[in-house]
C-alpha cells in the first residue's frame, strides 16, 4: 500500500500593516496521509466533512482523482479563525495531489484559486516570513529572538463578515503611516531587532474597522504592552490575536492572558518557523544485522 504524508504549518497574515501581503508561519501543523483503499474515505476527529465536498479533498482533486484513497487528517491548528486553516488544508491537499501524480505544478496559484489569496498559502508553502505581491514571494527566516502567544476565542468570525467591515477607502494619511510601519516591521524581523517590530506593528487600514466584530479581542491587543508583549495583532480576518513577544518573556505574557481570557478563549504559546509544507518521507529500512 502506497502512503503519502504531507505536513503544513499553521500561518498568521497581515501582520499589523500588512494587509493582504504580508504573513507568517506558526509551528503549529496540519498532517495529511492519503493511502490506497478499496474506497473512498476522510477520517479526523476534527469537526470536518467526511465526504469530498472537505476542502482538502477539493484541493487533492484539482491535481489527482480521489477514488479509491484513503485520506487521514490531525491538525494542531485551531479552525475557529485567523491562523491560515483553510490555506493548509488547501496546500496539504495540492502536495499530496503532486506527489502522488508525480507532476510539476505551481502550486501557489493553485492554492490562490482555491482559497482565494496568496498570504497564508504562500506562508504554508514556503514557511518563515513573507511578502506576497502580485503572485511573487519573498520569503526569509523568522529571527529566532522573537515568539507568539495566540489568544484564540471559541466563538469564530465569518471571513465575509470581516471584509465586509473594511471601506472601500482609507485616508492617505493613514495609508501612508501603514507604509511606514510594514517597512519598520520587515526590518525588525530580518534583523531580529524586537525595538523595531514593536514599533512596526502599527496598522489603520483594517484592525480598526473590524474592531466592533470582536471587541474582547481588540481590548486585549489594545493592551499588549502592559502584559510584557511587543505588541500585538489581529491575526489574519480573526478573531485571533497574535501577541508578539521576546522568547524570555514568553511564559510570563501567556500564563497572564490564560488568566484574562478563561472560559472564551484558548491561550497557545509557540514559535515562528521557518519549514514550510513537505511531504515526510517514510524511514529507510535498516539492512539486517549480521
Not at 479509491?68 to 496539504?92: C, H, K
Not at 498559502?121 to 529571527?143: I, K, R, T
Not at 470582536?214 to 489594545?222: G, N, T, V, W
Not at 518573556?249 to 492572558?257: D, K, P, T
Request: with cysteine.
Amino acid at each position: 500500500m502506497t502512503t503519502t504524508t504531507v505536513r503544513v504549518p499553521a500561518s498568521s497574515a497581515n501582520l499589523g500593516p500588512g494587509f493582504d501581503c504580508f504573513a507568517a508561519a506558526l509551528d503549529l501543523w496540519l498532517e495529511l496521509r492519503v493511502s490506497d483503499s478499496d474506497r473512498f474515505a476522510v477520517t479526523t476527529d476534527l469537526p470536518l466533512p467526511l465526504d469530498r465536498t472537505n476542502l482538502i479533498v477539493r484541493a487533492f482533486e484539482q491535481i489527482h482523482p480521489s477514488e479509491g484513497l484513503r485520506f487521514e487528517i490531525d491538525a494542531e491548528i485551531p479552525l475557529s479563525g485567523g491562523l491560515g486553516s483553510s490555506a493548509a488544508a488547501v496546500v496539504a491537499g495540492l502536495l499530496a495531489a503532486a506527489d502522488r501524480a508525480g507532476a510539476e505544478v505551481d502550486l501557489l496559484s493553485l492554492a490562490t484559486s482555491v482559497e482565494g489569496h496568496p498570504d497564508n498559502a504562500a506562508a504554508a508553502l514556503q514557511g518563515g516570513v513573507v511578502v506576497v505581491s502580485h503572485g511573487n514571494v519573498h520569503c526569509f527566516d523568522p529571527p529566532a529572538n522573537i515568539a507568539a502567544v495566540l489568544v484564540v476565542p471559541h466563538e469564530g468570525v465569518r471571513t465575509a463578515d470581516a471584509r465586509a467591515a473594511l471601506p472601500a477607502q482609507v485616508p492617505l494619511a493613514d495609508a501612508a503611516d501603514n507604509v511606514a510601519h510594514g517597512a519598520l516591521l520587515m526590518l525588525g524581523l530580518k534583523d531580529a531587532d524586537p525595538a523595531l517590530v514593536s514599533r512596526g506593528l502599527r496598522d489603520h487600514l483594517h484592525q480598526p474597522y473590524r474592531a466592533k466584530l470582536y471587541p474582547r479581542s481588540d481590548e486585549l491587543r489594545a493592551r499588549a504592552r502592559e502584559f510584557g508583549a511587543l505588541g500585538a495583532t489581529i491575526s489574519g480576518a480573526g478573531p485571533t490575536i497574535l501577541f508578539w513577544v521576546t522568547t524570555d518573556h514568553q511564559s510570563s505574557v501567556a500564563q497572564q492572558l490564560t488568566e484574562l481570557t478563561r472560559g472564551w478563549a484558548n491561550v497557545i504559546a509557540t514559535s515562528f518557523t521557518a519549514t514550510g509544507a513537505q511531504v515526510i518521507q517514510p524511514p529507510t529500512a535498516r539492512p539486517p544485522q549480521r
